[in-house]
Every structure is written in structure tokens, then in C-alpha cells.
């Protein structure tokens, strides 16, 4: 149906999916803004985005609070600039005092990177988020993915503990442990195990890394043989060192999916749960726009208040109703009719 709006809005949508795609960051920007408010001009701009998604490297980076997951994709980021390949950053509840949140905080912590044009960042709050991030987040991706970034790096608190399933979104999940964190009883508890791709044991300049490299890599070996053996690398984020190396891990996971057809598979999943995402969403949304319209939406209501129908049975004799094209009115508010 078209609303008298549609063909301005319309048109503003593929101005700024023009902007986006140029690589401009600010129309980058306020996209994201508009998928965290759950704006539908966000929807109209990503559907014109949908043929340019699925070409970046969608990298998960969990692990404890403390470890080191900001540092770490700071110099992740930096070596990625290096040798060419842009990079948007997402941090969802960024909770160190280093980061804190704040633009601020993300300019010092990017240092000269906050100028570079190939690199976007963005940090999602969760506390008094309406709902919904682990949507506004996998849309966030998307944008990054469109807009051309090719590499983009996620960061989230341990598996479990965030509304955010990195696992989810990214093809490559990376568990960041440090010593004396507890993280190895941490690592199992959390199912860390069963998520990562890669392991990067960070702070090598402090005492202990190479015991929880070691305790990492034993748990490992006592699992089956599996197609791709997660790598346990040692580094320091501080320092730089071994950060060459984890990148070289995680392009070795890209290459293992690709060449085993995971990607494609991943791509597929991801596809599925879109589709079922929005297919819900909008049936619901029909669903009550029908029930309304024809006034027995209240009058259902009002049935399952008074304690007449109880509301498992009624949802279903409703969905199959609106899907075979009818829904009626509760008994004694009139007979049931087709629409
Ligand atoms: N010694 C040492 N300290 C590090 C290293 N990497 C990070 N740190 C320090 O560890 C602390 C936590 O680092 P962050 O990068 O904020 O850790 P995080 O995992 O992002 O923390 P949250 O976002 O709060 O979960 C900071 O004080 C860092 O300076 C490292 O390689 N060596
Ligand atoms: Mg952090």
C-alpha cells in the first residue's frame, strides 16, 4: 500500500544509501543512530543496502571483563590499517573505565585512528536500550558490511552474559583470556570453549600467560578431533607483540570457512534468521492491525481478563483464523464472521 509519503521517503532512503555506499561516514553514522531507535526510515535505508551485504569479515571478539578485549581490537585495528584493509569497530557495552562509552573516551583510545577514514567506530549502550540490541547490532554489522568495511570486529562481554550472542553474528568468535583473571574456570563455565574460534591469551608481559595458553590448549585436546582446531595464541596488547600473529589466525579461519563451504553456510543461517525475525514482526503487526480494525481485538481482551478464554488456546485459534483469512469475535459479542 502506498501512503501519500512513500515516494519523498523513498527518495531520501537512495540519497542515503548513495552517501553510505560513497563512504561517508556521517550518513554511516546516523543510520546506526536510526537502528537504535527503531526508526523505519533505518529499514528503508537497509533495504536498499541488502544486495552489498556479506563480503566483510565479521569478527566476534568476547572474553571477561578486564581482559583486554578493547586494547586488543585497538591494536587489531591498527595492524589491519597497516597492511591496507579498512575496519569498523562495534562495542556493545563497553564497560572500562578506559572506554567508558563516551566519544571521548574513543577518540583517546583510538588515538591517531579516530582520524583515519578507513576505520569507523561505534559503541552501542545496553543499559536502557528499548529492547532489541542484538538486532540494532546485527543491523549495525550489515550497514558496516555495505558500506564496505572489511573487516569488522564486535566486541561483547562473555558468552551468557550479554543480551548479545556474538557467536551469532560472527563468522570468527574470539575468546580473549589474560592470566590471573580465573579465566580458564571462567573460559568452561561460560561455554567459551564451545564458541571460540580462536583464543588469544593476552598480557604476555605479565607473568602466567604461558600456563593459561597451556591450560587452554589441554582442554582442548581432550575434546573429538574437529574439522578446525582453534588456536591458541599468545600476545600483549599493550605491547604489540604476537598481535601479527592473531591476525594470521583469524585469516586462517576465514580461509577454512570459504574452503569448507561454512560461509556460504553461515550466510544461509544468518539469512533464516532474518527472514524469520521480520516475517514474525510483521505478521504480529497485521495480526493486531486486523484484530483492531474489526473491534474484537478489546473484546478478546476483555475474555481472557474476565477469566472466560484462556490465552494458549485463544492465540492459536486466532493465528490459524488470520491465516486462513478469518478471525470472528468472542462468544456473546456477536457471531463469528469471515472478513
Ligand atoms: N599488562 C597488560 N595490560 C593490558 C594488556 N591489554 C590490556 N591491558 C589492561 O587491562 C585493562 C583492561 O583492558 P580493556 O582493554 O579495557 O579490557 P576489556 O576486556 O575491554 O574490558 P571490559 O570492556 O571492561 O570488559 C586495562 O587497564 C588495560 O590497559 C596487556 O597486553 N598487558
Ligand atoms: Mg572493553
Do not use: C
Request: no cysteine; glycine share 12%; net charge neutral.
Amino acid at each position: 500500500m502506498a501512503s501519500a509519503g512513500a515516494e519523498p521517503a523513498r527518495r531520501a532512503a537512495e540519497g542515503w544509501a548513495e552517501r553510505l555506499l560513497a563512504g561517508e561516514k556521517r550518513a554511516l553514522a546516523r543510520l546506526i543512530t536510526l537502528i537504535e531507535e527503531r526508526d523505519p526510515a533505518a529499514s528503508d535505508v537497509l533495504r536498499l543496502l541488502h544486495p552489498r551485504v556479506g563480503q566483510a569479515h565479521v569478527v566476534g571478539v568476547t572474553g571477561a571483563a578486564g581482559a583486554g578485549k578493547s586494547t586488543l581490537i585497538t591494536a587489531l585495528a591498527r595492524e589491519l590499517r597497516a597492511r591496507g584493509p579498512s575496519v569498523a569497530v562495534l562495542a556493545v557495552d563497553p564497560s572500562s573505565p578506559l572506554t567508558g562509552g563516551a566519544l571521548l573516551g574513543d577518540r583517546i583510545r583510538l588515538g591517531d585512528l579516530s582520524t583515519d577514514p578507513g576505520l569507523f567506530f561505534r559503541s552501542f549502550a545496553s543499559r536502557g536500550h528499548l529492547g532489541g540490541l542484538s538486532r540494532a547490532v546485527a543491523d549495525a554489522v550489515r550497514a558496516v558490511d555495505a558500506a564496505g568495511y572489511q573487516a569488522v570486529l564486535v566486541e561483547t562481554v562473555g558468552a551468557g552474559q550479554s543480551e548479545v550472542e556474538v557467536s551469532e553474528l560472527a563468522h570468527t568468535t574470539l575468546v580473549v583470556l589474560a592470566p590471573n583473571l580465573g579465566d580458564d574456570v571462567q573460559a568452561a563455565k561460560a561455554g567459551l570453549l564451545e564458541v571460540a574460534d580462536v583464543f588469544a591469551v593476552n598480557k604476555a608481559d605479565l607473568p602466567g600467560a604461558r600456563e593459561t595458553a597451556g591450560e587452554i590448549r589441554a582442554m582442548l585436546g581432550l575434546g573429538p578431533a574437529r574439522p578446525w582446531t582453534p588456536p591458541v595464541v599468545e600476545l600483549s596488547a599493550r605491547t604489540g607483540e604476537g598481535v601479527a600473529g592473531l591476525l594470521e589466525a583469524l585469516e586462517r579461519h576465514r580461509d577454512f570457512l570459504v574452503a569448507s563451504g561454512r560461509w556460504g553456510e553461515k550466510l544461509r543461517r544468518s539469512a533464516a534468521h532474518q527472514l524469520r525475525d521480520l516475517l514474525g514482526e510483521e505478521l504480529l503487526r497485521a495480526a493486531l492491525a486486523r484484530l483492531e480494525a474489526e473491534g474484537s481485538w478489546q473484546a478478546w481482551v476483555e475474555a481472557v481478563a474476565r477469566r472466560e478464554r484462556d490465552p494458549y488456546t485463544l492465540s492459536e485459534e486466532l493465528a490459524r483464523r488470520l491465516l486462513a483469512g478469518a478471525t470472528g469475535r468472542p462468544r456473546g459479542e456477536g457471531e463469528a464472521r469471515g472478513l
